[in-house]
Each structure stands twice: as structure tokens, then as C-alpha cells.
């Protein structure tokens, strides 16, 4: 999706949460379970553009109904080459909710598990915040 690609290589985080479904499920390369949710799935990506250095999409695959997209990427964290990819399914409404990152070498992922370690803390207080705005805006 050319929408995800040009915000995410923009760093506009307003415009890749508003590409995401309420019911995205966020797949990490370095934790072992999903973690499901706008409000934490835009914080951790706002975390990752905070980690990530030289961030740049080099290759999209579409499959055949254009609801499923493979973004391959380059990053640098904490000065090695990071190789990865976005896999990201559509809902009907055409919202992201599905994303699924891998990156590799190991040694790269390491670090980039180190690195948002570091942020994490941060992550969940920015979705904890998300939330409560949300909660309050749907009040009467």
C-alpha cells in the first residue's frame, strides 16, 4: 500500500495510525506473542521510528486480490544494517489489520530487541494515554 510506504518513510505517525484498523494485531520480530490494538500497535511503531536510523522501503509485493502486501525494508539501529519486512493484510474496509514484521541478521535483531526494550515503558504509557482519549471522546 503506497498510503503505509509514503507515511511510514515520511515518519507521519497521525497518517499510519489512521491507515490501522481498531482490531489490528501487531506481530513482532522479537516478542513471542501478538500484540492486539490500535492504540498499542501505533506506539510501538512510533517507538521503532524513534529506534530505526536511514529507514527506506526497496521492494513491494502485492498478492493477486491486493489485499496482502509484503514491504521489504533497510534500516540501521545502533550502527548495523537491519534487512526486514512489513507483511500486511487489508480488512474489507481496506484498514491494515494485520502486520507482521521480520528482520534479520540476528545480530541486527538483537539490537533492535534491545532498543525497544529501552522503549518500551514509553510505548505503554503512549498507549495507556491513547486509550483513555479514545474512551473519553466516545463519552456523551
Given at each position: 500500500?503506497?498510503?503505509?510506504?509514503?507515511?511510514?518513510?515520511?515518519g507521519?505517525?497521525?497518517?499510519?495510525?489512521?491507515?490501522?484498523?481498531?482490531?489490528?494485531?501487531?506481530?513482532?520480530?522479537v516478542?513471542?506473542?501478538?500484540?492486539?490494538?490500535?492504540?498499542?500497535?501505533?506506539?510501538?511503531?512510533?517507538?521503532?521510528?524513534?529506534v530505526?536510523?536511514?529507514?527506506?522501503?526497496?521492494?513491494?509485493?502485492?498478492?493477486?486480490?491486493?489485499r496482502?502486501?509484503?514491504?521489504v525494508?533497510?534500516?540501521?539501529?545502533?550502527?548495523?544494517?537491519?534487512?526486514?519486512c512489513?507483511?500486511?493484510?487489508?480488512?474489507?474496509?481496506?484498514?491494515?489489520d494485520?502486520?507482521?514484521?521480520?528482520?534479520?541478521?540476528?545480530?541486527?535483531?538483537?539490537?533492535?530487541?534491545?532498543?525497544?526494550?529501552?522503549?518500551?515503558e514509553?510505548?505503554?504509557?503512549?498507549?495507556?494515554?491513547?486509550?483513555?482519549?479514545?474512551?473519553?471522546?466516545?463519552?456523551?
Amino acid at each position: 500500500m503506497r498510503a503505509f510506504q509514503e507515511a511510514v518513510e515520511a515518519g507521519d505517525f497521525a497518517r499510519i495510525e489512521a491507515l490501522l484498523a481498531d482490531d489490528v494485531v501487531f506481530t513482532s520480530p522479537v516478542a513471542f506473542k501478538p500484540y492486539p490494538g490500535k492504540a498499542i500497535t501505533a506506539a510501538i511503531l512510533r517507538g521503532v521510528g524513534r529506534v530505526f536510523a536511514d529507514f527506506r522501503y526497496i521492494r513491494e509485493i502485492v498478492s493477486a486480490d491486493e489485499r496482502d502486501h509484503a514491504l521489504v525494508f533497510e534500516a540501521q539501529v545502533g550502527g548495523k544494517t537491519v534487512n526486514g519486512c512489513d507483511f500486511l493484510h487489508f480488512d474489507d474496509a481496506g484498514k491494515i489489520d494485520e502486520l507482521t514484521v521480520m528482520v534479520r541478521p540476528l545480530s541486527a535483531a538483537t539490537l533492535l530487541a534491545e532498543a525497544m526494550g529501552a522503549q518500551f515503558e514509553q510505548i505503554q504509557r503512549e498507549a495507556a494515554e491513547a486509550l483513555t482519549a479514545a474512551e473519553n471522546a466516545a463519552r456523551p
